[in-house]
Nanobody, 125 residues
Framework: VQLQASGGGLVQAGGSLRLSCAAS????????AGWFRQAPEKEREFVAA????????YYADSVRGRFTVSRDNSKNTLYLQMNGLKPEDTAVYYC???????????????????WGQGTLVTVSS
């Protein structure tokens, strides 16, 4: 499966953005999926994950209550709604997919699964 992330941009603190990740190549419904981010000079970190049927969702503590992960399998698209953005949310955001569970997405390394190219989110103070 190929993934293409979009929707990043510059936003003021407290604002909102919605990221999208379009999947192609194989039925997206066959994959658990999620979002990661990498800030400058920091390691890539888990943000959110969602099961194939959307029945299970996981969030990093730093975004829980502000971010919402969702998917539309009929459109082969993964979303990340980000509200209450903070300057520390500034990062390149990557979408990822894997044939294992949403729980396994949380521990997905860059050498496993499928990854999009990343979209930059910049939050100004």
């Amino acid at each position: 499966v190929q993934l293409q992330a979009s929707g990043g941009g510059l936003v003021q603190a407290g604002g909102s953005l919605r990221l999208s990740c379009a999947a192609s190549g194989r039925a997206f419904s066959g994959y658990a999926a999620g979002w990661f981010r990498q800030a400058p000079e920091k390691e890539r970190e888990f943000v959110a994950a969602i099961a194939r049927s959307s029945s299970i969702k996981y969030y990093a503590d730093s975004v829980r209550g502000r971010f919402t992960v969702s998917r539309d399998n009929s459109k082969n698209t993964l979303y990340l709604q980000m509200n209450g953005l903070k300057p520390e949310d500034t990062a390149v955001y990557y979408c990822a997919a894997d044939t294992n569970s949403a729980g396994d997405i949380r521990r997905l390394g860059p050498a496993r699964g499928y990854w999009g190219q990343g979209t930059l989110v910049t939050v100004s103070s």
